[in-house]
């Protein structure tokens, strides 16, 4: 919600910044309706799935399409991590489990914890030698580091294992050191590794997952183990309903670390959902009552805008360990307290990143280039990069996000620090953002991440060369094309064929995200009946649109955020619009409550329009 109230000036001058429509595919009608199967058949095309095997697995998905080898994990890795880890329960040497400080690295560190207690206790013996770990953000950086291996050492004295959860395959000097104090290190992890992986005695990775679910897959192998050792086992009950319980986990930290949500991703995703809407977890009970939201009405835009930023913000602002204990305890007490305390955080972030966007735009605004005059548009460079010492490292990559957002450029957000600075980076579609700073490793002290998000550190003192080489860099190998906004649109449907029924078929191919959006149409010529604004200070436009159907004259559409269009269009005109269908629930309440049925009614969430 805080782009809403930076200036939207340069998305208007920047011809470069309006959204190109791209149409996917053509629907086909034949004879006098549509067939729905058709237009499914289209969707499932425009996310690339179009086998028969890969269409049933889509349409029906099951745990049990889910394997080591479709994921492309190591076996023999896997087998030897699982081995270390019975034989350190059985010796009874203690074990850390070293996680990260946002959601994905809390919810694999809640699992893996909550998985050797159990197998511990089957093996009779006591859970006390288990413990989770998370760094410091500020104080020991991000991931397993020679600091927080130290820390490890002074917190829990002669510790033998350390499993890694959503990080570690780029800690190469970190496990070399733990090698030398005696510390075996398993690594658990999901980003791009370098060149030259970690000499750890096992790695289980995979980048088709996010870092909890490679942590939930390494928990099924490991409770599996467990069900036949005698005297001492876990019931497959027991191991059942855990692995259930903690597909939870999975689903907040899925959607949180933004995965494609396609094959394995979609399949813990959607049972992830319906135990999340089921948890008896009392910290998260109480983290969605602080937000305000029931427990079954939790779905992907709930936990990506409510309560992953809650989780959050613990980490960037104070101590992730909170959330950890949040998501852990069993007290009820102890979760409401929590839970307030990472609202309270939350808030405090929300704040502190709007004051830190509202800087990086006016220094952004100030660094625009006049390049020639008239008609010739404003431009820029196509890579921005800021840095400033009163930046704080928690909110650099969500200030990064929000400057891709405005002007829709690879964006690197830098917290300048007197030795070392700390940089996030957040790409466009089509640049891998981590392939790009590595280019520049001679510059950099390391650097991790994803095509899409990265981070580094750097010397201060080499901050403005790298700053060169990168704007300089990019201007070369930067297509103009991948600077547009491309607006993608799975197919043309008239108006008049939105149904129920077609609503309800669509359904079935959520939940919708990353690497598979919400279906989109546009729609041609379309008469607007009526308009008006919306919303606080008018932001939001309200439409109602012309329908040429017996069933349907008018159907309504919302536009969030685009009061500004109320300008350009009136009513009467014709206009094409790109939306998608939505359910309007305040409609049907509406309905319950004055004396009707409450059913459903539709409503389109229009994403842009144009004047025919």
């Keep these: ?83 270390r880890i019975k034989d350190a329960i059985k010796k009874g040497e203690k074990i850390v489990v070293f996680g990260d ?102 790695i289980v990775h995979t980048t088709k997952l996010c870092g909890t679910g490679v942590a939930w897959m390494l928990s099924s192998v490991i409770l599996n183990s467990f069900q036949n050792l005698g005297s001492f086992k876990i019931p497959k009950q027991v191991r059942d309903d855990t692995l259930k319980n903690h597909l939870e986990l999975v689903a907040l930290a899925t959607v949180a670390d933004l995965v494609p949500l396609k094959g394995a991703n979609r399949i813990l995703l959607k049972f992830g959902l319906e135990a999340l809407n089921k948890t008896k977890r009392v910290g998260l009970l109480e983290l969605f009552k602080e937000a305000g939201l029931e427990k079954q009405s939790i779905g992907v835009y709930e936990i990506g805008h409510m309560i ?73 460079k196509k890579l921005i990069f800021i840095a400033h010492e009163s930046y704080e490292q928690g909110v650099i990559g969500l200030v990064a996000g929000k400057l891709v957002e405005q002007y829709y450029r690879p964006s690197i957000v830098v917290s300048i620090g007197e030795k070392y600075s700390k940089a996030s980076a957040r790409s466009v579609s089509g640049f891998n953002i981590i392939e790009f700073i590595r280019e520049h490793s001679s510059y950099l002290v390391d650097a991790g991440g994803h095509p899409m998000a990265a981070g580094f550190t750097v010397e201060t003192t080499k901050l403005v060369k790298l700053q060169k080489a990168l704007e ?70 309200k439409l109602k649109l012309k329908v040429k159907s017996e069933k349907l004259k008018v159907i309504e559409g919302i536009g969030f955020g685009m009061g500004e269009m109320s300008s350009k269009i009136h009513i009467g005109d014709k206009i094409d619009v790109v939306y998608t269908i939505d359910e309007n629930e305040w409609l049907a309440r509406r309905s319950l409550g004055e004396g009707g049925n409450g059913e459903k009614r539709l409503q389109l969430k229009i994403k842009d329009l144009r004047k025919v």
């Design 308 to 380: 992953a930023p809650r989780l959050n913000a613990m980490g960037r602002l104070e101590y992730a360990m909170d959330s950890l204990r949040l998501i852990c305890t069993n007290s009820q007490k102890r979760a409401e307290e929590l839970a307030k305390v990472l609202g309270s955080t939350n808030k405090e972030r929300q704040d502190l990143t709007l004051q830190t966007v509202l800087h990086a735009v006016e220094k952004v605004s100030t660094s625009l280039k006049l390049r020639g005059a008239g008609k010739n548009p404003i431009t820029m």
């Design 1 to 83: 919600m805080i782009i809403s109230v930076i200036p939207n000036l340069f998305r208007n001058l920047h011809p470069e910044s309006m959204k190109k429509w791209k149409i996917l595919n053509e629907l086909r009608i034949k004879g006098k309706g549509l067939m729905i199967k058709d237009l499914i058949r289209i969707l499932l095309e425009n996310r690339e799935i179009k086998t028969k095997k890969e269409i049933e697995e889509f349409i029906n998905p099951k745990l049990s399409n889910i394997t080591i080898n479709n994921l492309t994990i190591d076996s023999k890795q896997l087998n030897k991590a699982v081995l």
């Design 472 to 541: 300089d860099r990019a201007e070369l190998v930067l297509n103009k094309d991948l600077l547009i906004r491309t607006l993608r649109i799975d197919c043309e449907l008239p108006l008049s064929l939105i149904t129920l029924s077609l609503y309800e078929s669509l359904q079935k191919l959520a939940p919708f995200g990353m690497g598979n959006p919400e279906p989109t149409f546009v729609s041609r010529n379309v008469v607007v009946e009526d308009m008006r604004l919306v919303g606080k200070e008018g932001k939001h436009l």
């Design 101 to 202: 400080y946002d959601v994905d690295g809390i919810c694999g560190t809640a699992i893996l914890w909550e998985t050797l207690r159990l197998a511990s206790l089957a093996q009779g013996k006591p859970y006390d030698n288990v413990f989770p770990y998370i760094p410091h953000r500020v104080d020991e950086g991000y991931g397993l580091s020679i600091k927080g291996i130290q820390n490890v050492q002074d917190k829990y004295d002669n510790v033998k294992l350390v499993i890694t959860v959503d990080n570690g395959i780029v800690a190469n000097k970190a496990v070399d050191f733990a090698n030398e104090q005696g510390i075996d290190v398993i690594i658990t992890d999901h980003h791009v590794p370098s060149k030259i992986k970690p000499k750890a005695l096992a």
